[in-house]
């Protein structure tokens, strides 16, 4: 079993700043990728950021948070961070971290795995 556990969210005003935490657990051999995906009330959940595994990691944004957002990762922690500054109304939200993991040398496929979600308001 694998279990991710997102901290950090609350209400903050606009050009404010929070940090996100998501921290996996359990049966886990390597974790490939981790990132966060976000649900505004009556929208489709997007993606926020990505970042593979590795020294020369591979990391992946939303236009609409480039330059505000940094996904970052702590692989003796299984634990990735998302630093949002100049945080806008339009960045309330639930997010979601994600994380593709393969649970044992003996499974070769990953599997995509989500946290319960934190939720994110700015008010303006």
């Known amino acids: 079993q694998v279990q991710l556990v997102e901290s950090g969210g609350g209400l903050v005003q606009a050009g404010g700043s929070l940090r996100l935490s998501c921290a996996a657990s359990?049966?886990?051999?390597?974790?490939?990728?981790m990132g966060w995906h976000r649900q505004a009330p009556g929208k489709q959940r997007e993606l926020v950021a990505t970042?593979?595994?590795?020294?020369?990691?591979?990391?992946n944004y939303a236009d609409s948070v480039k330059g505000r957002f940094t996904i970052s990762r702590d692989n003796a922690k299984n634990t990735v961070y998302l630093q949002m500054n100049s945080l806008k109304p339009e960045d309330t939200a639930v997010y979601y971290c994600?994380?593709?993991?393969?649970?044992?040398?003996?499974?070769?496929?990953?599997?995509?795995?989500w946290g319960q979600g934190t939720q994110v308001t700015v008010s303006s």
């Open positions: 970042i593979t595994s590795g020294d020369s990691a591979s990391i």
């Open positions: 359990g049966s886990i051999f390597s974790i490939l990728m």
């Open positions: 994600n994380a593709r993991i393969r649970r044992s040398l003996a499974v070769s496929r990953p599997d995509d795995y």
